[in-house]
């Protein structure tokens, strides 16, 4: 897609060339008209002669300028100034200006004018020809830099709506493998069991989800969430996960005053609260739950969760892509991917999320 | 004709569930229960079940290492009953009779549940087909990240990353750790094709090794090597097995 627009300057690109060409070719019948006295004794050129002639001159101009687009375009950025620039201008120009006075002088004082023996008028008008000529280069040479910075512009709002969809496609798909669908189908799968057995229990699940995932769904990629919040989303997974897996689910958190505003991404401890559930307290015979500590100093503030696990299953691997999902989300928000550290200290299971204080 | 049922699943209400909707089949007259893969291999072997609702990802070990670790002639009619649609290849291979997803639909139950109760009468219910008929191939994990086998009645969890070497011993595969070894009834073929190809290597017709777990390797004879590993243990090496650790480390 980007390839055949190489050398395409711009929308319309031609469209305006062909109005800055007919407008040249217009006032260069005007001047001739004009000036076509100077020299008395041609005075007798017909207006259709001045046209030809008008055209002629403008055509091959336009034409000969025509490659100096890839000039404009390719040229890189700064170097208009440089001592090579200045040399490269003077010789394109002047062979540009050669070959445009050897095709009019050919053209028109050796063909048209000849036959009517008008080769003086051809003489006598070359100064306002080449002055008129090097305005009209002039103008067209405006016109290219206007096309390529036209061209620049356009690339440079492609690329950064580009770059603003990946992100968000990034985020989103991060989002969405934050949420384990297997969480939703077996939390379903208990409702669907409780409304035989306890449908007092049922509705409250239901409601317990429903909250959960309005939380979930609601979060928007780029924003961010408050502790309490997160804390609240978390209590409601962990509530839900009580009523699947019994009383061997045990947890007590507190969540100090001032920590409640800590502002963080939405639906980032949720999973680590998870994977304690899967890989540690789902493992272990008897109660035990995850705990939660908040940890600040100056420069972050430290959320640990932690579990104890049974070593002799939980060392497994499979854990790895949720703490790679959690990782990429904070090196989207903070622009650091070392942020979730985790720690296995004989049966005990550490992740430390690393929340940067805001800069003040 | 009396069904016994087995549910094996770690959640009390997916237990509770299945219990229900068995009321309404009153040819399976004894239901029990298992919390975890551990209890579920014990109730089998004690109990003889007909009929076995399995869940798969469980705490321990999960419902296809369980079904793996059983003897052949144990096997009872199998319907995986789970929220994880990516093993559904792997459960028909073990040949299940059905595989239900949740939450489970009362009719897709009863239909999986008839289907059994012919099989069982049929007297087809636990024969194993011949395995590797079915691709293993599927979503899910790549790799195999653990082996299970039991030892004289105790379960064994092996993790991949402690297996040195396997050797093909007839139908079984003599699996060797650091200390241990055990074995399993399983084919050298099926685990070069499922343990992580970077890691392992196959050097010789018999075994199939942990790359880095070779320390040394010595000429034997004219064509055929030893590689000695960091336990000390040797093993050969064939002319096509040396030809390709030459590959893999460049020498």
Not at chain 2, 212 to 218: K, L, N, S, V
Request: proline share 4%.
């Amino acid at each position: 897609m980007q390839n055949y627009r190489f050398f395409s300057p711009a929308p319309g690109f031609l469209v305006f060339y062909m109005i800055l060409w007919a407008s040249c070719t217009l006032v260069h019948y005007i001047l001739l008209g004009r000036y076509g006295d100077l020299g008395a004794g041609f005075t007798d050129l017909s207006a259709r002669l001045l046209a030809l002639d008008a055209f002629i001159s403008q055509t091959s101009l336009f034409l000969l300028l025509l490659p100096l687009w890839f000039l404009v375009r390719f040229r890189k950025k700064g170097k208009d100034f440089s001592l090579a620039g200045i040399v490269n201008a003077l010789v394109g120009g002047g062979l540009l200006i050669g070959i445009w006075y050897f095709v009019m002088r050919e053209g028109l004082a050796g063909l048209l004018y000849a036959e009517t023996g008008a080769e003086g008028f051809f003489r006598n008008t070359l100064g306002i020809r080449m002055a008129f000529g090097f305005l009209a280069g002039l103008a067209v040479y405006h016109f290219f830099l206007a096309c390529r910075l036209h061209r620049e512009a356009r690339e440079a709002i492609e690329r950064q709506v580009e770059l603003e969809s990946l992100v968000q496609q990034t985020e989103l798909q991060a989002l969405k493998n934050q949420l384990n669908p297997h969480f939703i189908y077996n939390s379903l799968n208990a409702i669907s069991s409780l409304t035989l057995t306890d449908a007092e229990k049922a509705r409250d699940m239901v409601v317990k989800l429903s909250d959960f995932l309005r939380y979930a769904l609601k979060q928007d990629a780029m924003q961010l969430t408050s502790l309490e919040k997160e804390m609240n989303a978390v209590e409601l997974y962990l509530q839900i996960e009580k009523v699947r897996f019994g009383e061997k689910l045990n947890h007590r958190f507190r969540l100090e005053e001032h920590d409640k505003n800590l502002e963080l991404p939405g639906l980032i401890l949720q999973p680590l609260f998870e994977n304690a559930v899967k890989h540690g307290i789902q493992q272990l015979p008897g109660q035990s739950g995850p705990s939660f500590r908040v940890i600040g100093n100056e420069k972050e503030t430290i959320l640990e969760v932690s579990n104890h696990f049974d070593p002799a299953v939980g060392r497994f691997k499979g854990e790895g892509v949720g703490l790679e999902n959690i990782r990429n989300r904070l090196r989207l928000h903070y622009g650091n991917g070392q942020l979730l550290q985790v720690e296995k200290r004989g049966h005990e299971f550490f992740a430390r999320l690393h929340i940067p204080k805001p800069s003040r | 004709m009396k069904i016994n049922a087995l549910i094996i699943d770690d959640e009390a209400p997916a237990r509770a569930l299945i219990r229900e909707f068995l009321k309404e089949h009153p040819t399976i007259a004894n239901v029990q229960e298992c919390a975890d893969g551990f209890e579920g291999v014990k109730a089998i072997q004690e109990r003889k079940p007909d009929l076995v609702f399995l869940d798969i990802q469980m705490p321990k070990i999960n419902g296809l290492e369980m079904l793996e670790i059983l003897e052949p002639n144990l096997l009872p009619s199998v319907i995986f009953v789970t929220a994880h649609d990516e093993y559904a290849l792997r459960a028909f291979e073990v040949n299940a009779v059905d595989y239900l997803l949740k939450p489970v639909a009362r009719e897709r139950f009863d239909t999986a549940v008839q289907k059994a109760l012919s099989r069982i009468q049929e007297g087809t219910g636990n024969q194993r087909e011949v395995s590797g008929l079915v691709s293993m191939e599927g979503p899910g994990p790549r790799w195999l990240d653990r082996v299970v086998v039991r030892v004289a009645g105790d379960i064994h969890i092996i993790a991949e990353e402690d297996v040195l070497c396997m050797e093909a011993q007839d139908d079984y595969v003599l699996i060797c750790t650091e200390n241990d070894e055990f074995l399993k009834k399983k084919t050298l073929k099926f685990y070069e094709q499922k343990l992580d190809p970077s890691a392992f290597i196959r050097i010789h017709r018999s075994f199939l090794v942990r790359a880095d777990a070779i320390q040394r390797i010595e000429p034997y004879s004219k064509d055929a090597f030893v590689a000695i590993l960091k336990n000390g243990r040797k093993i050969s090496v064939s002319k096509q097995g040396y030809a390709g650790l030459r590959k893999r480390f460049d020498f």
